[in-house]
């Protein structure tokens, strides 16, 4: 079965970075559209960033935009979240996810907190 795992969430002052990690296993990593989502307490999972399968074209949400970056490297299977400038409002659990047409994955799950 396929499995996501991320990694690299903690907590963070306003203002820190973190980078997130996603590891894929049992897929054709190289076909599928990857995206990092977040959901807050209270709050409905949101989409935070996307990269597609082939030339790695990247969309951000508008309240992420300049501070996230997305990137992948399908050699080793990995998708990448850099948060820089975190702010108190992305303090939430961040998940990746896998879809290829009608099959889609999601990780697990890392928390994310951002405090002062």
């Known amino acids: 079965q396929a499995q996501l795992r991320e990694s690299g969430g903690g907590s963070v002052q306003p203002g820190g970075s973190l980078r997130l990690s996603c590891a894929a296993s049992?897929?054709?990593?190289?076909?599928?559209?990857m995206s990092w989502y977040r959901q807050a307490p209270g709050k409905e999972r949101e989409l935070v960033a996307s990269i597609t399968d082939i030339g790695g074209k990247v969309e951000y949400s508008e309240a992420v935009k300049g501070r996230f970056t997305i990137s992948r490297d399908d050699a080793a299977d990995m998708v990448f979240l850099q948060m820089n400038n975190l702010r108190p409002e992305d303090t939430a659990v961040y998940f990746c996810?896998?879809?290829?047409?009608?099959?889609?994955?999601w990780g697990q799950g890392t928390p994310v907190t951002v405090s002062s």
């Open positions: 049992d897929v054709t990593f190289r076909l599928y559209h």
């Open positions: 996810n896998a879809k290829f047409g009608a099959l889609s994955h």
